[in-house]
């Protein structure tokens, strides 16, 4: 008996972790379909940001991805766009895409299905108020386990998540290495993850430049993820 009452909270935790393994697999869910590159041989890589909008933001990016001539998705938060009303308007204007990043940018983990199907369907109906008709969604923080994805299913979206993320944490205050290490670790069909949207996040919007034209001189295409999936081989 006293073997048993060792063994069943080892048992326990090792499910825990388990699952929150899970809940942050890039390319697996447990739950409907996920995205996470493309593959495809072809030197094209998708752009994404997340977070906002905020106008600070949207304003230092677009000139950027203009001057590049990139596009890129932007996976917006429902909340933010109420905020700052035009901004994702904006965004659409000088031709890029938005995707649905949840209305309140909370874990989505162990919460009620209510919950998940209220943060999905809310942001939803402002970006197509705004003019999108996007089909890609981005857990906050990339957490999910059962309930999310089937609110994502439900709403006929696809998870879209990414292969390449910036690393602020090692980089900040250091654009170039931060650009670096992001180009080092790209691949034809990555999709990359930037974080350009609040003032905290000077260091990659001063890195954005450099990536781009990093990619540029190594002969990639920087473009949407519907552009991406579009590549992808039949």
Known sequence: MQKRWIIVPIVVLAAVGGLWQISKAKCFQLVGDVVCRVETQRKIVALSFDDGPT???????????????????????????????????????????????????????????????????????????????????????????????LAVERADLLTITWDVEEQPEKFDGNPRAFASDIIARVRPGSII?????????????????????????????????SRLLDAAPD
């Not at 001539?69 to 938060?77: K, M, Q, R, V, Y």
Request: hydrophobic share 40%.
């Open 193 to 225: 993850l930037m974080h350009p949207m609040y003032r905290h996040n000077q260091t990659a919007r001063d890195a954005l430049p450099l990536v781009l034209q990093g990619l540029q001189e190594r002969g990639y295409e920087v473009v949407s993820v």
């Open 55 to 149: 106008p600070e933001g949207v304003d230092a990016i677009l000139p950027i991805l203009a001057k590049y001539d990139a596009s890129a998705t932007f996976f917006l938060i429902g909340s933010r766009m109420e905020r700052f009303p035009g901004s994702a308007e904006k965004l659409l204007a000088a031709g890029h895409e938005l995707g649905n990043h949840s209305y309140t940018h909370q874990r989505n983990l162990l919460k009620p299905q209510s919950f998940y199907e209220t943060e999905v369907n809310r942001t939803q109906a402002l970006l197509q108020t705004a003019g999108s008709d996007t089909r890609w969604f981005r857990p906050p923080f990339g957490k999910r386990l059962i309930g999310l994805p």
